[in-house]
């Protein structure tokens, strides 16, 4: 699952790169196409990116609980 959510946030990714210039495509039904692919990625990527964040914080946390010297430290972790 991991592995799909990272090539979906590629995908969104390249897909703002390419809406970020009208003129890589041939014509507005590829153009409406690709806006309405990168509007539904949308909210999985933003919801992804808020677990990945989540995770990370998750991962300092332990790791300040794993090193703390003293229960005061480790309540703070």
């Known amino acids: ?8 946030e590629e995908r ?7 809406l970020s ?3 890589r495509f041939p014509d507005q039904a590829a153009y ?3 806006a309405k692919q990168h509007r539904a990625l949308g ?3 933003t919801i992804y990116r ?10 300092g946390a332990r ?6 010297d003293d229960d005061e430290m480790r ?3």
């Open 1 to 8: 699952m991991q592995e799909r959510l990272e090539q979906i």
């Open 50 to 59: 808020e677990v990945k964040a989540m995770n990370e914080e998750l991962a």
């Open 63 to 68: 790791e300040m609980y794993d090193e703390a």
């Open 32 to 34: 409406t196409k690709a």
């Open 75 to 77: 309540e703070m972790a």
């Open 43 to 45: 909210d999985i990527v």
């Open 21 to 23: 210039s009208r003129d």
């Open 12 to 18: 969104y990714e390249e897909l703002s790169e390419q």
